[in-house]
């Protein structure tokens, strides 16, 4: 037993560090020759981004968009970044594991912004209805 009793702090060390070692989640943008990659932070859901850009006399520049509109911390929860198979989308899709709510994110004006999370109506198509989508438009 007492083997075991040292063995103890080292162990709760290595699950200390397992637990914040991960708090990062990263997703390339689905668009095929586009070198982006979006960053969530797993328990907040803020988004940014960051790609490979070009400048002149340099081998070239990291350019990050930091969380804009929609793309700011949430409500803490389990988030997670997945990208649709479209290959010339930009964005990806930002998911709330607890709740099932979904956002659209992407790059725009330099920022990274978010739709308003949206899980549409289950309780409808599970009765046999049609179900309900909801949907926020952003004009230009």
């Known amino acids: 037993m007492p083997r075991l009793a040292r063995l103890l702090p080292i162990a709760l060390v290595f699950a200390a560090t397992a637990a914040t070692a991960g708090q990062f989640e990263f997703m390339p943008a689905p668009q095929t020759d586009l070198n982006r990659v979006y960053r969530i932070d797993r328990v907040t859901g803020e988004v940014g981004a960051c790609q490979y850009g070009l400048q002149e006399g340099s081998i070239g520049v990291t350019l990050c968009f930091p969380a804009g509109e929609g793309a700011s911390k949430q409500e803490p929860s389990e988030?997670?970044?997945?990208?649709?198979?479209?290959?010339?989308?930009?964005?990806?899709?930002?998911?709330?594991?607890?709740t099932g709510a979904m956002s659209v994110c992407y790059v725009f004006?330099?920022?990274?912004?978010?739709?308003?999370?949206?899980?549409?109506?289950?309780?409808?198509?599970?009765?046999?209805?049609?179900?309900e989508t909801t949907a926020t438009v952003r004009k230009n």
């Open 109 to 131: 004006e330099e920022k990274v912004v978010c739709t308003p999370p949206e899980k549409g109506a289950p309780k409808a198509a599970a009765a046999g209805g049609a179900g």
């Open 79 to 98: 988030y997670a970044l997945l990208a649709s198979r479209h290959e010339r989308e930009g964005g990806v899709f930002r998911v709330d594991q607890r």
